[in-house]
């Protein structure tokens, strides 16, 4: 597998943490105090979703899966995958001015691969097909650009943010989507680009769920707290889980075939040691969402498998935040067989921990806030 060595890192442009340890609370009243109903997300079952215009649709769509179908964007093609478990089903209550039923509305969870990944390996990765066709929402799987293929990740004059405007809206055009419910996860430089969302769409994107790569975007002010579930590994050898880069993206050799521990052959004796779940890198970056959140400091700590810290902090309803610390997992992606199978490149894999399964769990619960 050495011609994926380089598929979940990020450019060394987007992969640096913020240290900073001040919290900067930025939503409007959300410091302090709860903020209220009518500026959160919320999971009560009982708010009505919001139909997209495809709901308009009779036809439907038929199943796909991993569909390649390209879109322009400003005069460029861009392509993505696509998976549906098909036409939703009808519901009695929701019925058209002509008394025909109407497709039930569908979640859109989109998927953001790493640095050099792409789409076609990342499906792979995260594996979220199986879980699209069992609890039936649509999954897309945008494909960045570039050589290696990666997300930009700046705010402004960022052509990835146009193309997933275009993406969501084409898609809620065709498919019957519900649009409060439309949700970003992704790996590395994918997670990433999910935390800048979660900062810069939060009137579009209803939570976020970055693996490895976690940021709080420097000057991040939402009109709303953003749901945040993060995950990230204690050896992880290439976003070093308290700050810094290492692996390929310090300019170190690929490993030997028959080198042990993590990719950079030091992930299991170096990086586990003096890592510090408190500390500045990644545990800054969330402990930043949950200020921004309006979440109370003190987080509570308990263990859902062997190896994993379950940090979640007390929240206000539509603010919820947590965090997977994975103790000696590395830049992958915890339950993925595909990840397991490359930990020469990305480390240690935990196969404990099902994270596209608690993602999903953690962001189908997540809507936006009535207009």
């Not at 439309?182 to 994918?190: D, H, Q």
Request: charged fraction near 15%; hydrophobic fraction near 35%.
């Amino acid at each position: 597998m050495a011609a994926v060595a380089v598929l979940a890192v990020v450019g060394a442009v987007a992969c640096s943490s913020d240290d900073d340890a001040t919290p900067r609370p930025s939503v409007s009243g959300a410091s302090t105090a709860a903020p209220t109903t009518a500026s959160t997300t919320t999971t009560e079952a009982s708010i009505a979703p919001v139909p997209s215009p495809g709901c308009r649709n009779r036809g439907g769509v038929p199943a796909v899966t991993d569909q390649r179908r390209e879109i322009d964007v400003d005069g460029t093609t861009r392509w993505y995958l696509l998976t549906t478990p098909g036409p939703a089903a009808t519901s009695s209550s929701s019925t058209s001015a002509s008394g025909a039923a109407e497709p039930d509305p569908l979640p859109l969870l989109l998927d953001f691969h790493g640095l050099a990944e792409g789409a076609e390996v990342h499906t792979r990765m995260s594996g979220f097909d199986e879980i699209a066709g069992r609890e039936r929402f649509v999954v897309a799987y945008p494909n960045g650009t570039g050589t290696p293929v990666h997300w930009a990740v700046e705010t402004e004059g960022n052509p990835d943010l146009d193309f997933t405007d275009q993406l969501i809206d084409a898609l809620g055009s065709e498919l019957c989507l519900d649009m409060s419910r439309v949700y970003s996860t992704g790996l590395s430089n994918g997670a990433i680009f999910s935390s800048l969302l979660g900062c810069v769409r939060a009137e579009r994107i209803a939570a976020i769920a970055p693996v490895a790569g976690v940021q709080y975007p420097d000057g991040c002010q939402t009109d709303r707290p953003v749901p945040v579930l993060a995950v990230h590994g204690t050896a992880d050898p290439i976003l070093q889980f308290n700050g810094g880069v290492g692996g390929f993206l310090a300019g170190e050799d690929p490993p030997e075939e028959s080198s042990g521990g993590g990719p950079d052959g030091s992930a299991s004796s170096s990086s586990i040691a003096g890592v510090d779940i408190d500390g500045p890198g990644y545990p800054e970056a969330v402990r930043k969402w949950a200020a921004h959140n309006g979440c109370r400091p003190k987080p509570a700590d308990t263990e859902p498998v062997p190896d994993v810290t379950l940090r979640t902090y007390d929240c206000p309803p539509g603010g919820e935040v947590e965090f997977y610390v994975v103790h000696g997992g590395g830049h992958s992606w915890p339950g993925s067989a595909f990840s397991e199978t490359i930990e020469m490149v990305v480390g240690p894999t935990n196969m404990a921990l099902p994270a596209s399964q608690l993602i999903w769990d953690f962001l189908s619960a997540q809507r936006l806030p009535a207009p």
